[in-house]
């Protein structure tokens, strides 16, 4: 990977175009080399939060998540990926995780707590990590969240929330 990085392959993410496909870390993030992930971290230029060239705008550490990476999750910690960094549907990565039943990547991210909202939102329906895990009947994902202090709180989506306090008819 080192020799293809000296002969033109490029490391960091290309031109924010829409159909372009993922950046080297990206993909290495979403498949789970976790290998090729610390090189890439160590590499100058590579941006451990930045945005897929995708509509949905998936970070690196977004992508693992939903994947079920764990140990690629860990090494984009460590590195000082952004936790709490959704992409452009509000998800969270720790909402996809929760959403897909990744223990293992719960876990982790639930390390990082004080990086997190373990409660936040998802614009469009309101949904949280937890709501999310509930929904999908992830038992262990919902203890371990209730554990950590997430909530049972949904929220009305922006759309249906009254605009004067009153009461959603």
Do not use: F, W, Y
């Not at 293809?4 to 924010?16: F, I, L, S, W, Y």
């Not at 090189?39 to 949905?56: H, M, Q, R, S, Y």
């Not at 860990?74 to 959704?86: F, H, Q, S, T």
């Amino acid at each position: 990977l080192r020799a293809k990085a000296h002969v033109g392959v490029d490391a960091a993410p290309a031109a924010a175009d829409e159909k372009a496909p993922l950046s080297l870390l990206g993909h290495a993030a979403q498949k789970g080399h976790e290998a090729i992930v610390r090189i890439l971290v160590e590499t100058k230029g590579v941006d451990v939060n930045e945005d897929a060239t995708t509509p949905t705008r998936d970070t690196p550490l977004g992508l693992a998540a939903a994947a079920g990476n764990s140990q690629v999750v860990r090494v984009l910690i460590e590195r000082g990926a952004d936790c709490a960094r959704g992409r452009r549907d509000g998800m969270t990565p720790l909402m996809r995780a929760a959403r897909a039943g990744h223990d293992g990547v719960v876990h982790e991210l639930l390390k990082a707590l004080k990086l997190i909202d373990i409660d936040a939102k998802r614009p469009k329906d309101g949904q949280s990590a937890l709501s999310l895990a509930k929904k999908n009947g992830e038992d262990v994902l919902v203890a371990m969240l209730r554990s950590r202090g997430a909530t049972d709180e949904v929220e009305a989506p922006a759309q249906e929330r009254p605009r004067n306090g009153g009461v959603i008819s």
